[in-house]
């Protein structure tokens, strides 16, 4: 299996919308496309922090990550992850693991990792995607990317 490291820019904005495409090793010409077998997504929160970090991983640029849902096209893992401004109430939540059984195949020519910061500040977010490269048919591919 290999992995792809991504990592977004710095959030610094109280509310701000990042979405950032990293090319991934599919192709075209050879029919080559990712079965993605997992995602490990990681948005660490200060445990001071205040405010709500949200991470999404899709096919296509997204404009905001907390009001999406896993059924929407092009989603395929999110995460929310919490911190409020009391001790007794602190609930951060720093990395979520999703594993796909079967593998999810994808052959677009960019993945997308979008972090919506909202009353926290200085944040970013990564993930590990795990995969493997299959040569398919031109059909299979070619329904990979109308999905």
């Known amino acids: 299996m290999e992995?792809?490291?991504?990592?977004?820019?710095?959030?610094?904005?109280?509310?701000?919308?990042?979405?950032e495409g990293f090319d991934t090793p599919t192709s075209k010409t050879e029919k080559m496309a990712m079965l993605i077998h997992q995602i490990h997504l990681f948005c660490p929160i200060a445990k001071t922090a205040d405010g709500e970090v949200k991470v999404a991983i899709s096919d296509?640029?997204?404009e905001v990550s907390g009001d999406v849902?896993?059924?929407?096209?092009?989603?395929i893992t999110k995460m929310e992850c919490f911190a409020l401004?009391?001790?007794?109430?602190?609930?951060p939540v720093e990395h979520q693991i999703t594993y796909?059984?079967?593998?999810i195949l994808y052959s677009k020519r960019k993945i997308w990792l979008t972090v919506n910061v909202e009353g926290a500040t200085n944040k970013r977010a990564s993930a590990t995607v795990g995969y493997?490269?299959?040569?398919?048919?031109?059909?299979?591919?070619?329904?990979?990317l109308t999905e």
């Open 60 to 62: 296509r640029e997204l």
């Open 3 to 19: 992995f792809m490291r991504i990592e977004t820019a710095r959030a610094d904005g109280p509310s701000e919308v990042l979405s």
């Open 85 to 91: 401004t009391t001790p007794a109430e602190i609930h």
């Open 69 to 75: 849902d896993l059924g929407e096209p092009g989603v």
């Open 132 to 144: 493997t490269l299959d040569k398919v048919s031109q059909e299979d591919f070619i329904s990979a």
């Open 100 to 103: 796909y059984n079967p593998p």
